[in-house]
């Protein structure tokens, strides 16, 4: 998935280093701010470290869950596995750790992708969106097909039934690629600017039937990225309220990217979709996402690219983790997020120093096997607690 901002080139490793000297500039408080003090995470634990993590300042920790080995035939769930998922939960929390919970529907089982209607994603090339099942790229269309749909939720309802209330700080709510709420990248299988659309439940749902990108008018051109925009957006809310049903916790929306960003949508259809970019092709109009969730006061606005480099302080170029902070505030959402994985000093310094300036109430950090067994140049479990001491206080 692309990571960079649109119409933007700049070396990664070169716009860290940057954002290190910048972000401590750009993040100088007025007078009587109150600094926020946001969790500390770690994601993808694997519970034998638990002491040690504590020790460096680690407060939650994010378990992740897989639907495949959960209900491995439609409608039989594996009791055991709950067993194990409880059990999980408990040793962290034994440990005086909080717990996130992900529930895996990137990991959907095979027989989901038997059921009537479009339960994979497709493109206007004519591509079915598959992807490596232990990535959590292999995922089925709960966005318009209402048959995935309805099995995704029978299954969090179960999920939900395994889990005592209170025992979790937060659930983590995509659906899509990855775990995140969006859709497939725009570039698949030797295409580029790929819209996934094409489906036959998606079709059965166009205001533009027939319509492809580049052909037509503007008019249908707007229509079209409209409705896009807007199936995921009610997928969002459609989960937003389940999560709240069944997990009565807090939803960490998990959003991806640079984000559509203000006055950018007018050249796209301009070019009548030819001239996008991933934010567009991926669905992320997190402006309406938020806006349109229903259970605002539980929910997480959080992004998966805390430690995106520093472009220009711009609402278009400014850093994700900004613009969601305007967003969150503006919908009365809280603020969370994590790095993109990257394991270096310097995506570790400004990940922190970005969530505790923006106020997030949780920072994670990508991911535990990396920080204990790290490479040359890559954060120890002792610069977590030295950088975290020093920066979340």
């Not at 999980?88 to 038997?114: C, E, K, S, T, Y």
Request: some cysteine; proline content about 7%; aromatic content about 8%.
């Amino acid at each position: 998935m692309s990571r960079r901002p649109p119409h933007a080139t700049f070396a990664r490793a070169a716009g860290l280093l940057l954002v290190v000297a910048l972000v401590a500039a750009a993040c100088q408080l007025p007078p009587g701010t109150t600094v926020a003090h946001p969790l500390l995470g770690l994601i993808d634990t694997g519970g034998t470290h638990y002491q040690a993590e504590v020790a460096a300042g680690v407060k939650v920790v994010t378990l992740s869950v897989a639907w495949r080995q959960a209900e491995p035939t439609a409608g039989h769930f594996d009791t055991a596995y709950g067993a194990s998922i409880r059990r999980q939960i408990a040793a962290a929390r034994n440990r005086h750790l909080a717990v996130i919970a992900d529930p895996g529907l990137q990991f959907p089982p095979g027989w989901v992708f038997a059921l009537p209607g479009g339960t994979r994603f497709k493109d206007q090339y004519g591509d079915v969106f598959t992807g490596a099942v232990p990535s959590g790229n292999d995922v089925a269309n709960g966005v318009t097909d209402p048959a995935v749909r309805s099995a995704m939720g029978s299954y969090l309802s179960w999920l939900g039934g395994q889990i005592p209330r209170g025992q979790l700080w937060g659930v983590r709510q995509g659906g899509g690629p990855l775990g995140e709420l969006r859709y497939p990248s725009g570039s698949y299988a030797g295409h580029t600017n790929c819209w996934w659309a094409y489906d036959a439940s998606t079709l059965a749902r166009s205001p533009v039937p027939g319509w492809r990108p580049g052909t037509g008018t503007t008019d249908q051109a707007k229509k079209f990225l409209m409705a896009y925009n807007g199936n995921l957006t009610l997928f969002a809310q459609w989960m937003n309220g389940q999560f709240k049903a069944d997990f009565a916790t807090r939803s960490l929306i998990m959003l991806p990217g640079w984000g559509q960003r203000p006055g950018t949508s007018g050249a796209v259809v301009a070019s009548r979709l030819t001239h996008s970019a991933d934010e567009f092709n991926q669905g992320l109009d997190w402006q309406t996402q938020l806006t349109a969730l229903p259970d605002k006061a539980h929910a997480v606005a959080y992004t998966t690219y805390l430690d995106a480099a520093l472009v220009r302080l711009t609402p278009q170029l400014e850093p994700p983790v900004a613009y969601l902070a305007t967003l969150a505030k503006a919908s009365r959402v809280h603020l969370g997020g994590e790095n993109t994985g990257t394991p270096s000093v310097a995506a570790l310094s400004v990940s922190l120093k970005r969530a505790r300036y923006y106020g997030l109430s949780v920072v994670n950090w990508m991911d535990e096997a990396r920080l204990l067994n790290p490479r040359s140049g890559q954060p120890t479990l002792a610069t977590l607690k030295s950088e975290a001491r020093a920066l979340l206080g």
